[in-house]
């Protein structure tokens, strides 16, 4: 790898009591990337990820972010410059859409006039209209609509860093494949590095740059689309069978260079 990894995971190791959650991860994250972790139920790719921002901490092995290591960072500082996004949107059911995306910033001290404008900026971005949406709660929004709230708020403090967690999973196919390309032009044109977790690896290989596959708290294989391909991991390329198996029956099914 060319530059200095944003993220680097060295021999990262977590257990939950009897539970081996994550066994000896290393993995580099290089600055701009789009990553992808693809793996079952149970496979320690949210752990991964929670071990990244110190929600929960590491047994053993070194996470460093932006070359320094996690376990001398400031935890609250630390997941300034993550944003997360949960799930399910994650977003605080009494709070409107506004203060949802702005509580980050009113805990930094921001004047609320700037919020109000940083808000508006972000709405911008996620693609909802601002007059429509700023005051609603979680509640009256659809599914997708939470999800951008989710991502807008999650960028709010300016983070280099998107930690996102299976966030378009609970979307129909429509809106889930919107709001994936919507993300990834906002990657690149903020300049983020994104570690994005996905059962799919469909989903996966559209969206990411590089795909790290984890099974039972292990990474199997990581690389390009292309390369994982190339892998002669028999659990990867089962996971690569079916986005193949659903490309050659589209094409078998869809009229080339119709309208369809
Ligand atoms: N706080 C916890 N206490 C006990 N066990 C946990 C805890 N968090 C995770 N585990 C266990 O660690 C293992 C890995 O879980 P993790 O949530 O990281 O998997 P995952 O790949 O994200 O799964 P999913 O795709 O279902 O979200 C699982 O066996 C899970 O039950």
Known sequence: MPSKPVIGYARVAKNFGPVVAVDGVSLDVAEGEFLAIVGGSGSGKTTLLRLTNRLIEVDR??????GADISRADPVELRRRIGYVFQSGGLFPHLSVADNIGITPKLLGIPQGEIAARVDE???????????????????????QRQRVGVARALA???????MDEPFGALDPLTRDALGEDYRALHH??????VMITHDMTEA???ADRIAVMR????LA???????????????LELLRTPRRQVARLNERLPQGGAA
């Open 61 to 66: 092995g070194t996470i460093t972010v932006e």
């Open 122 to 144: 972000l709405l911008d971005l996620v693609r909802l209209d601002r007059t429509q949406h700023r005051d609603r709660l979680p509640q009256d929004l659809s599914g997708g």
């Open 157 to 163: 403090a300016r983070p280099r860093i998107v930690l």
């Open 189 to 194: 044109k903020l300049g983020l590095t994104t």
């Open 205 to 207: 290989i559209l969206l």
């Open 216 to 219: 039972a708290g292990q990474l």
């Open 222 to 236: 990581q690389g390009t689309p292309a390369e994982l391909g190339r892998s002669d991991d028999a659990y990867v």
